[in-house]
T-cell receptor
Framework: DGGITQSPKYLFRKEGQNVTLSCEQNLNHDAMYWYRQDPGQGLRLIYYSQIVNDFQKGDIAEGYSVSREKKESFPLTVTSAQKNPTAFYLC??????????????FGDGTRLSIL | AQTVTQSQPEMSVQEAETVTLSCTYDTSESDYYLFWYKQPPSRQMILVIRQEAYKQQNATENRFSVNFQKAAKSFSLKISDSQLGDAAMYFCAYRLETSGSRLTFGEGTQLTVNP
């Protein structure tokens, strides 16, 4: 079955440490996204990529970095510059621009906590 | 700034009854797509229904339907014959034709279904 796999499900970060959240999709989608969700709040866009080797900042990119070297993979690094990283992180994908009516498909999320 | 507003942080409904969740949005563009997503306690994001702004006919998916009022920039979700499995956080979102494939989400409405 096609889908989006996020790993790990739970992740703990020590002070001053960078951590990387994995997101893999086998839907052959061009576009991929990272969202952050804080308790009782909606999803906020961190970064998105509409094609391999290209990505754009979303609304809350500070303290985060991404790469898009392969179509199926879009890892998110939470750097030590992100002072409040505790949140639920969701990865999504969609076919891309030319089919904007197509919905985004989401992974099951990663919960990141500070030790 | 483009925004999505869900004015009801919490709603409750009796099983088998009907409930309407409200959503308003703010954009100066004429071409866009609207979505309702459901997030149950498992935290997975599930597409409920979608609407193209150029279509006047309201979208319907089984027990779920929308009331799309383009001039008022309103996109409410009606759930008929509510079931216990409908209990979840519901998010309204839109995607603009000119902003690539990125979504803007509202803050969400927590729906409780009482037996």
């Amino acid at each position: 079955d096609g889908g989006i796999t996020q790993s790990p499900k739970y992740l703990f970060r020590k002070e001053g440490q960078n951590v990387t959240l994995s997101c893999e999709q086998n839907l052959n989608h061009d576009a991929m996204y990272w969202y952050r969700q804080d308790p009782g709040q909606g999803l906020r866009l961190i970064y998105y990529s509409q094609i391999v080797n290209d990505f754009q900042k979303g609304d809350i990119a500070e303290g985060y970095s991404v790469s898009r070297e392969k179509k199926e993979s879009f890892p998110l690094t939470v750097t030590s510059a992100q002072k409040n990283p505790t949140a639920f992180y969701l990865c999504a994908s969609s076919p891309g621009d030319i089919r904007a009516h197509q919905p985004q498909h989401f992974g099951d999320g990663t919960r990141l906590s500070i030790l | 700034a483009q925004t999505v507003t869900q004015s009801q942080p919490e709603m409750s409904v009796q099983e088998a009854e009907t409930v309407t969740l409200s959503c308003t949005y703010d954009t100066s563009e004429s071409d866009y797509y609207l979505f309702w997503y459901k997030q149950p306690p498992s935290r997975q994001m599930i597409l409920v229904i979608r609407q193209e702004a150029y279509k006047q006919q309201n979208a319907t998916e089984n027990r779920f339907s929308v009331n799309f009022q383009k001039a008022a920039k309103s996109f409410s979700l009606k759930i008929s014959d509510s079931q216990l499995g409908d209990a979840a956080m519901y998010f309204c979102a839109y995607r603009l034709e000119t902003s690539g494939s990125r979504l803007t989400f509202g803050e969400g409405t927590q729906l409780t279904v009482n037996p």
